[in-house]
């Protein structure tokens, strides 16, 4: 079996994380480095590379992913004003290779991004 990715060792319990939110198909926890006051990782159970992996039978689980952060950001308080963010490939910063959505909130983000 492949080795697992740093979020499913996080998913298995077998590295700390502070979990936010879980389901069958997802979970979420904060961000070891955030940007943002509120900075939430959401991240499927099916391992998903990248967006470039993305497969149309999965359309259903990325919009699930987004109506998490939409709970989310209304749970943590900054549901007037949040941010999501896929990073694809290493040009757009994205560091570990298992598909999540960024959850940032709780300051004013500007636009564009670095
Ligand atoms: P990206 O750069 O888009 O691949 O985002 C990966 C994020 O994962 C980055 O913002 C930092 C976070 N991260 C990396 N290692 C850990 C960890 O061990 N625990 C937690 N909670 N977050 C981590």
Redo the contacts with the bound molecule.
């Keep these: 079996m492949a080795e697992k990715t740093?979020?499913q060792?996080?998913e298995a319990g077998e590295?700390?994380?502070?979990i936010v939110y879980e389901d069958e198909q997802c979970f979420a926890?904060?961000?070891?480095?955030?940007?943002a006051p509120v900075?939430i990782?959401i991240v499927p159970r099916k391992l998903i590379r990248d967006l470039n992996d993305l497969e149309a039978s999965d359309e259903p689980l990325v919009g699930h992913l987004f109506t998490g952060a939409q709970k989310l950001a209304a749970d943590e308080g900054v549901g007037k004003g949040y941010r999501t963010?896929?990073?694809c490939g290493a040009d757009?910063?994205?560091?570990?290779?298992h598909l999540?959505l960024?959850l940032l909130g709780g300051r004013k983000l500007d636009w564009p991004p670095g």
Excluded: C, T, Y
């Excluded at 590295?15 to 502070?18: G, L, N, Q, R, T």
């Design positions: 740093l979020f060792k996080i590295m700390e994380a502070d926890f904060r961000d070891i480095n955030p940007q900075h990782l963010v896929f990073n757009a910063g994205q560091s570990v290779d999540h960024h």
